[in-house]
């Protein structure tokens, strides 16, 4: 049974930094596509970035660009998401989700975590 479970939100001050992470764990996940997604309150949950969990390609979405850097890591079987020079707007619930190859949808998610950024 695939499991996702995120970890590391919280609460920081306007152009500051934080790390969430997404342990994975319940099968091989070769060829899957890794994404963060993020929910604010009151608005439509919305794409963050994808890696590629062999070949470790990236995409972010255009708010984000520059901003945030998502990694995996193979042995430990996590994919973390670095965000640098946070803003209020960046405030929501993180969600870490998974795709198997050549899916159109994400099969799997986990059950978010919280990053509040003050202003």
């Known amino acids: 049974q695939v499991q996702l479970v995120e970890s590391g939100g919280g609460l920081v001050q306007a152009g500051g930094s934080l790390r969430v992470s997404c342990a994975a764990s319940g099968r091989t996940f070769s060829g899957y596509t890794m994404a963060w997604f993020r929910q604010a309150p009151g608005k439509e949950r919305e794409f963050v970035a994808h890696?590629?969990?062999?070949?470790?390609?990236?995409y972010y979405a255009d708010s984000v660009k520059g901003r945030f850097t998502i990694s995996r890591d193979n042995a430990k079987n996590t994919v973390d998401l670095q965000m640098n020079t946070l803003k209020p707007e960046d405030t929501a619930v993180y969600y870490c989700?998974?795709?198997?190859?050549?899916?159109?949808?994400?099969?799997?998610w986990g059950q978010g975590t919280q990053v509040t950024v003050s202003s």
């Open positions: 890696i590629n969990w062999s070949i470790g390609s990236t």
């Open positions: 989700a998974a795709k198997g190859k050549f899916l159109l949808t994400y099969d799997y």
